[in-house]
């Protein structure tokens, strides 16, 4: 089964370097938020699959990120898709810190077992830190979601997407 799989990797790869490079729009707002998690598949698979590093500056992930959905999501990281998933669907307080919330990550913080700051952690940063509450924070149809994410946005779907997207749009409570 591993043959098998890595021969798919290999030949969905060839196919990119052949007619892709960076150009899909990201999911997330930012692709930032989109590369706080860690890929499910090794990252050589990912990287086989979607050999165009994204460019989380400009939120530009590989053109087969959105062609092969399934693969996509075992390679949240390299596809920018972080957001997608409940830990990672909410937004940051920054404000309530004396730090920000890149420090808190690189300093281990998320993790802390001391009370007061796992308190402070959960409430200035829980996107970051992958701690966004998962209660009713869903999509209605989380596939159409995923692929029409850019209606978040836009004027004319931005209340429907808020409400029918919840999860997709970051408009949970």
Known sequence: ??????????ILSQIELLFGAANADGPCQTGAIGELCENEEKNEGCNLVFPDAPVV???KVSDNCPLYPLLAEKCRKRCLSCCLQPEYA???????LPFTCVEAKNKNLCKT???AMKALIEK????????????NCTDMDPLYC???YVKCDDANTKAFM??????TC???G
Request: hydrophobic share 25%; aromatic share 6%.
């Open 124 to 135: 200035g940063c829980p996107q970051t830190c992958g701690l966004c509450a998962t209660n």
């Open 90 to 96: 909410c937004s940051d307080n920054p404000a309530v």
């Open 146 to 148: 995923s692929t029409n």
């Open 113 to 115: 077992t001391n009370p």
């Open 162 to 167: 808020a409400e029918y997207c919840k999860k």
């Open 1 to 10: 089964m591993y043959f098998l799989t890595l021969m798919i990797l290999t």
């Open 57 to 59: 500056n400009n939120n």
């Open 170 to 172: 970051r408009t949970c």
